[in-house]
């Protein structure tokens, strides 16, 4: 079993719809969580850090549960230019930094 | 300017050839990381590095070699390239505060023939 697993999709959702997908990971001490998104080729862009209390950034909002282990991704009002490969990234420090990138979840805006 | 720069962007070359990939920044950062990324894979970590003349192996160091001489520079090299090393390369930095977020250079695209 991974580390940290996504759905590889694709999520194919029209303009404007709410699109919500999670990522999960299997270390209790992971201590920090980002988003990033990641276009075709290109490399990949920090979208937002997840924090416990919930934070979002205009039309996206990240939640972490650390109960159940897992990170949410919400994009409201999704854009043509949403579409895009959204990867979680699970960090933890001990005696060696460990940071884990999820395998990416696609998404397609479809008009 | 792009804040992390990698150099070159696109490479083909043959089995057995050695192989230098470059890797500045201009962020001040400390930390300093080399990925690898392929189909299905998603980002593997090769090396690292917290500091000048700090190497750390990753996930999947083996054919790979590192060096870091300045705060700025990272260079991956692939002493003997096989074609399974065929892929897309990335850099990236962080700061050295905990909980900082990574952040990537342009990628190299490389293919061994």
């Known amino acids: 079993r991974k580390e940290v697993e996504q759905d590889p999709g694709p999520f194919n959702v029209p303009e404007g719809a709410t699109v919500a997908f999670n990522c999960t990971y299997s270390?209790?001490?992971?201590?920090?969580f980002f988003w990033y998104r990641q276009d075709c080729r290109k490399e990949p862009k920090l979208l937002m850090s997840v924090y416990s209390s919930g934070n979002e950034d205009g039309r996206f909002t990240a939640q972490l549960n650390r109960a159940s282990q897992y990170i949410s991704l919400l994009i409201r009002d999704s854009k043509l230019s949403d579409s895009a490969t959204y990867l979680c990234v699970v960090t933890r420090y001990s005696s060696a930094s460990k940071i884990i990138f999820g395998s990416g979840t696609r998404l397609s805006i479809r008009p | 300017d792009a804040d992390v720069t990698q150099t070159p962007r696109n490479r083909i070359t043959k089995t057995g050839k050695r192989i230098m990939l470059e890797c500045s920044q201009t962020?001040?950062?400390?930390?300093m990381y080399w990925y690898r990324q392929d189909p299905g894979l998603g980002l593997r970590l090769i090396y690292y590095s917290f500091d000048v003349k700090d190497i750390n192996k990753g996930e999947i160091s083996d054919g790979y070699s590192v060096s870091r001489q300045a705060q700025a520079k990272f260079s991956l090299s692939l002493e003997s390239a096989i074609p399974n090393q065929t892929a897309l390369y990335f850099c990236?930095?962080?700061?050295?505060?905990?909980?900082?977020?990574?952040?990537f250079g342009d990628g190299t695209r490389l293919s061994i023939l």
């Open positions: 990236a930095t962080s700061d050295r505060t905990v909980n900082q977020p990574q952040h």
């Open positions: 270390n209790s001490a992971s201590q920090s």
């Open positions: 962020k001040g950062h400390d930390r």
